[in-house]
């Protein structure tokens, strides 16, 4: 129940900063899609203990930053592909090792994989990914490599 609690918590305390607006009726109308929300996440009995207030710590916003410098870096590589007169483009599918070991830490390296322009995730099996490279540049598995750690890190209690 405690679960339920927190993560209800966090919705309306997301709900809050993305509405902005604070008066009576909004925050009523909040709360009700809040409770909604929970109603039917309790239904499908998708309340995982994953799916709490705990993941989010420290490590997981300095994680935050450091995919925000990436995905920065590779819009800029993409960009720069995009503008050239001659694209330098060699798609690909490789296999992606994933040492995570729990499903919050998969999703949460292929959706940074994904978010990462020039790379898609495209399959996800215990063990790998199958990605999707715009070019060699974005098949390095040395970067794959290190965000695999990372997202490895976050996991580590």
């Known amino acids: 129940m405690h679960?339920?609690?927190?993560?209800?918590a966090a919705l309306f305390i997301f709900w809050l900063v993305l509405s902005g607006h604070y008066t009576p009726f909004l925050l009523a109308m909040g709360i009700l899609s809040v409770l909604l929300v929970m109603a039917v996440m309790q239904r499908?009995?998708?309340?995982?203990?994953?799916?709490?207030?705990?993941?989010?710590?420290?490590?997981?916003?300095?994680?935050?930053?450091?995919?925000?410098?990436?995905?920065l870096k590779s819009c800029i590589a993409v960009s720069r592909i995009i503008l050239s007169r001659r694209p330098a483009i060699a798609q690909r599918f490789i296999s992606v090792p994933t040492s995570q070991t729990s499903d919050m830490?998969?999703?949460?390296?292929?959706?940074?994989?994904?978010?990462?322009?020039?790379?898609?995730?495209?399959?996800?099996?215990d063990g790998d990914f199958t990605v999707h490279a715009l070019n060699d540049a974005a098949a390095d598995p040395r970067a794959f490599a290190a965000m695999d750690a990372r997202v490895s890190?976050?996991?580590?209690?």
């Open 3 to 8: 679960k339920a609690i927190a993560l209800g």
């Open 44 to 71: 499908m009995d998708a309340i995982a203990p994953e799916l709490t207030m705990r993941h989010l710590r420290p490590r997981l916003l300095a994680y935050w930053c450091w995919l925000a410098v990436e995905i």
């Open 105 to 125: 830490g998969r999703v949460i390296f292929a959706n940074s994989i994904t978010l990462t322009p020039g790379t898609v995730t495209v399959e996800t099996r």
């Open 153 to 157: 890190a976050i996991e580590a209690h």
